[in-house]
């Protein structure tokens, strides 16, 4: 059984699933709307209360997953929290509350989200698809055939924002609303080309904001009844006329989804009218069902950053065996210093893997541009944190180990760095790791114990030279590196 939260911009939502028989069956499902992109204030800061209404609904959710069996849980935040200034602030409590890692994922990697959400409900494999997804802070188009993606891009333009700039105070008019649908058509004007209707057999919306307006326009029988461009322009239509937020009154839409529902369907009709799109099918699929399928793949050995990873290695050419061989010796050698955690395993391999990436770009500080390259790449399956933990570890992996600050107080990701660093100059030297000839221990950050056979440095005499250089480093930033030779 699996959990998926959605920290959005408009809604905090939340699903938990069991995986049976090749499909998810949706055991319990919860929503609040927490309206965090509203509560950005000027200088792009969330404020006290909205960050505790998200707080006191954090702890609600954590209330629901704590009565389930769960396997494992993934908390996803969306646009909000990728552009508030104080999100680092804000993460840790909201981590708190809710027990569990908040990762803030890149619009991409929502965009790949949302179409594995929609491509997991879907039966034709063959079929050539548009996914259009409008959130309350960014809005998502990802082209597709069956379940592989071809295109993905995310645009920030969301509900709350529309909202709040073209109708202040619930008003609604006519030259508001052209001006809103202006605004959202000069977002997408550059972007639309891949997008037009010759690439794509249907096209599929896939957020609550889509669902609702196409639920509104069939029970109140608006246009043609469908989300098209008539029921569309009948729906705005019915706003004008109201005026007024609080005076919408339409079968299907409650009070506190119109506030947003105003700037959604501006957007909608924006994007529709800049790709060409006549109508779209609404579907009850989306980002937290990709995220419960993202699990269940994690689980059964299917990661999609794998791909992503053996990907990135083969666009930049690097060295294939140079980077498998770092890899099982960085794995190695962080098993020998008994991580508390499995948190860093999977980062550090991967880390390894791509640790000559930037080569492609010089050889001179070639570990600082794949740094730079890998924490600002769309690596799919990847969240930014991770990305930036691995960005770290790539940096890390020769010269001083000052520019790394504070992030050797964790004493996993220092055991990660140490074994990074020496998994690279034994490549470097052409030695293997074998457990009989060099032993590691880092039992607090003060000191580090390495000790290996006198044969292996008669055999590399250069290895001596290196692991002094090494002990330099260390010894820099208050950590001693003792190198003790054996047999």
């Not at 909205?50 to 069996?69: E, G, I, K, N, T």
């Not at 770009?361 to 924490?375: D, L, P, T």
């Amino acid at each position: 059984m699996f959990a998926a939260v959605d920290l959005g911009s408009n809604s905090f939502r939340l699903h938990i699933g069991r995986h049976e028989e090749g499909e998810f069956r949706i055991v319990k499902t919860a929503r609040e709307p927490i309206r965090l992109g509203a509560g950005l204030d000027r200088n792009g800061n969330l404020t006290d209360a909205a960050m505790q209404s998200a707080l006191d609904c954090l702890m609600r959710f954590a209330a629901v997953l704590s009565a389930y069996p769960l396997t494992a849980v993934r908390v996803v935040a969306t646009n909000t929290l990728r552009i508030a200034n104080n999100a680092a602030q804000f993460l840790p409590l909201a981590e708190k509350a809710i027990r569990y890692p908040i990762e803030i994922i890149s619009g991409e990697e929502e965009g790949r989200l949302i179409y594995l959400g929609v491509a997991s409900v879907l039966a034709n494999p063959d079929e050539r698809r548009l996914v259009i997804d409008i959130g309350g802070g960014s809005t998502e188009l990802i082209l597709g055939q069956g379940h592989e993606i071809e295109r993905v891009e995310s645009f920030g333009i969301g509900t709350v924002k529309q909202s709040l700039t073209f109708f202040p105070d619930g008003r609604i008019d006519a030259p508001a609303y052209e001006a809103a649908i202006l605004s959202a058509r000069s977002v997408f004007e550059d972007a639309a080309p891949p997008y037009h209707p010759q690439f794509w057999q249907v096209a599929y919306g896939s957020s609550g904001t889509i669902r609702v307006i196409a639920e509104v326009i069939a029970r109140n029988a608006l246009g043609d009844g469908l989300l098209s461009v008539s029921g569309l322009e009948a729906l705005k239509q019915r706003f004008i006329a109201a005026g007024q937020v609080n005076r919408i009154d339409l079968t299907g839409m409650k009070p506190e989804r119109a506030a947003v529902m105003v700037g959604g369907l501006a957007i909608l009709i924006g994007v529709m009218q800049e790709l060409g799109v006549d109508a779209l099918t609404p579907i009850e699929a989306g980002l937290r069902m990709g995220v419960l399928w993202d699990l269940q793949l994690r689980a059964t050995k299917r990661d999609r950053r794998e791909q992503s990873v053996r990907g990135f290695l083969q666009r930049f050419r690097a060295d294939q065996g140079r980077a498998n061989q770092v890899a099982e010796s960085a794995g190695a050698l962080y098993l020998q210093l008994k991580p508390a955690a499995e948190g860093h395993t999977r980062l550090l391999y991967w880390s390894a893997l791509l640790h000559e990436v930037g080569m492609a770009v010089s050889h001179s500080g070639y570990h600082k541009h794949a740094a730079y390259m890998i924490e600002n790449a769309d690596l799919p399956g990847f969240t930014t944190r991770e990305q930036r933990i691995m960005s770290t570890l790539i940096l890390a992996q020769k010269g001083n180990l000052r520019k790394l600050n504070d992030a050797l107080v964790d004493p996993d990701f220092a055991k990660a760095v140490l074994a990074l660093r020496l998994a690279v100059m034994l490549m470097h030297g052409r030695i293997g790791v074998d457990q009989s000839q060099l032993r590691l221990r880092m039992k607090t950050k003060a000191r580090i114990d390495i000790e290996l056979r006198r044969d292996l440095i008669t055999q590399h005499p250069t290895l001596a030279y290196w692991l002094e250089k090494e002990r330099e480093w260390w010894d820099a930033i208050g950590t001693e590196l003792v190198i003790r030779q054996t047999g």
